[in-house]
């Protein structure tokens, strides 16, 4: 899931605003609760796959579970080509369905009330990644044994590139998933959730993986190798909580010594944010052909068994070289996507900006507030403030890349007006409490953060999210003090900020319109404390 590819580019790939995004029927159907969607309410897949390495193809059944929250007799699932439906059955009848692109319309025998259930039987040639996770897909390699490693990843692109599902992020399986995986008898396949039961086939097995707790669709995925398996037990906030390792035999060493972070992961994370939010399907690390993302229970790693982004610090302030990027990143993400997922994804900075933060507040409890406060400072660079962090609702259109680095800078900003750390750490934990296992809105979000802080931040969401204007302190000095003011902002936005005066600490209380400060003697010199995500300009 991780569009983290952007940040690499720094500030080299997009260096104007977006051109105003053309939408299509496609991105309508993929992207809004459609009438065919609205009516039923998902509850449980039973997702069968046997995955073929040598031909690349897959073939499958998913059964879908639902309740009527209204009266339908149709509904729309999603299969993107060259996938195709085979067969759609209910009761074991064979019921008729109409395709447009990748949304197809079933007609079910009659009318629900109440509860439903229908199987739906699929097989193809699933699109390979080109570049994962970014350009998703399946992903079909070799390991230095020449035995098949196989993943897939399909965030951004959505998970009705390889299997049927109700493919958007509002309605998530109230009772979980089953996922049956059959592959080739010498090879592992690892699913979401707890291992239930394998199956001998004779030429293949079939391996039983289930979770209990509902599981957005992006987060459901297939791994497959010739796996190592080893655990620990994390004596957690909720009891005992197994943390299993899948990974290539050959790197078994490295991930017993490397993967002991995702203890220290652990314990900060529930520190700052709460229970880990899946006790019952344990928490897993599964190594992968590419980079990782943050599939529920089941966070996949690619970094190479070493600290940093691919041994980069992408802060370039030696603290991104105090952990692995992917372990801290993508665990991060089952507190903020797993647990607290957005309803759209043009609210998708709700899942990176808060992690790519959980990236600071790792530092902050293992390191201190200073290491954390240097990190999000220094990720500063990688923002291009191209186009708002939210993109356009019902399209399926996200907002800008900066979601990971100016959603952090935002958060850490707004830690600043809190003041009260251990305030702070509550808001979090209590965020994860309020929405628990829910699909939210950042309207929710900022009405949580409102209430919470007890700080009118109408305009602090509003010039911050959906504009790409930074705040700019503009000063200048006087005779014996200096005047300031707000400039490049929206009409409104009076945020306080800390400033050092001759390296003193004091708060001001900038608008629009120049105010003075009279200190009956000149300054030596003034500057806005770094943690606030403004620019400052002295003008004469």
Partial sequence: MKYILFLLCAVGCFTSPVEAQ?????????????????????????????????????????????????KGSVMQIDLQAPM??????????????????????????????????????????????VNPPWDGGFTWQKD??????????????????????????????????????????????????????????????????????????????????????????????????????????????????????????????????????????SFKLVEVPYLGMEHQSSVTYGNQYGNGYLGRDLSSTGWGMKFDFIIIHEAGHEWFANNITNKDVADMWLHEGFTAYSEGLYLDYHFGKTAASEYVIGTRALVQNDRPLIGTYNKNHEGSSDMYYKGANILHTLR????????????FIGLNKEFYHQTVTTKQVEDYFAAQTEIDLTEFWEQYLRTIQIPNVEYKMEINGFSFRYTNIIDGFDMPVILLVDGKEEWIFPTSEWKTKDYGKPLQSIAVKKDFYVTTKKVK
């Avoid at 998902?42 to 997702?47: A, G, N, P, R, V």
């Avoid at 499958?60 to 309740?67: D, L, Q, R, W, Y």
């Avoid at 759609?88 to 319309?105: K, P």
């Avoid at 669709?217 to 655990?231: E, L, R, S, T, V």
């Fill in 416 to 427: 600043q007006l809190v003041e009260d750390d251990e305030k702070w750490r509550q808001i």
């Fill in 84 to 129: 195709k439906i085979d067969k759609v059955t209910q009761h074991d009848l064979e019921l008729s369905f109409t395709s447009e692109g990748s949304a197809h319309f079933i007609t079910l025998l009659e009318e629900v009330t109440e509860a439903g259930q229908i199987t739906i039987e699929f097989s193809g040639t699933p699109k390979e990644a």
């Fill in 22 to 70: 053309e939408f299509t029927r496609q991105d309508e159907l993929r992207g809004s609760i459609t009438p065919e969607r609205a009516w039923w309410d998902l509850q449980h897949y039973k997702l069968s796959v046997e995955v073929f390495p040598k031909t690349r193809s897959i073939k499958g059944e998913n059964i879908v579970s639902f309740t009527a929250v209204e």
């Fill in 144 to 281: 230095i044994s020449r035995k098949d490693f196989i993943a897939t990843s399909n965030q951004g692109i959505g998970s009705s590139i390889w299997w049927p599902n109700k493919d958007h992020p509002a309605d998530e399986p109230d009772r979980g998933v089953d996922l049956f995986l059959t592959v080739p008898k010498d090879l592992t396949a690892v699913g979401n959730g707890r291992l239930k039961e394998t199956i001998d086939n004779g030429d293949t097995k079939t391996w039983h993986w289930a979770v209990e707790n509902p599981i957005n669709n992006y987060g459901i995925n297939i791994n497959i190798g010739d796996y190592a398996h080893f655990k620990k037990n994390y004596a957690g906030l909720k009891g005992d909580l197994d943390m299993d390792f899948w990974v290539l035999k050959d790197n078994l060493k490295h991930a017993k010594r490397h993967f002991k972070q995702a203890l220290s992961m652990m314990e900060a994370f529930e520190h700052w944010f709460g229970p880990y939010p899946f006790y019952e399907d």
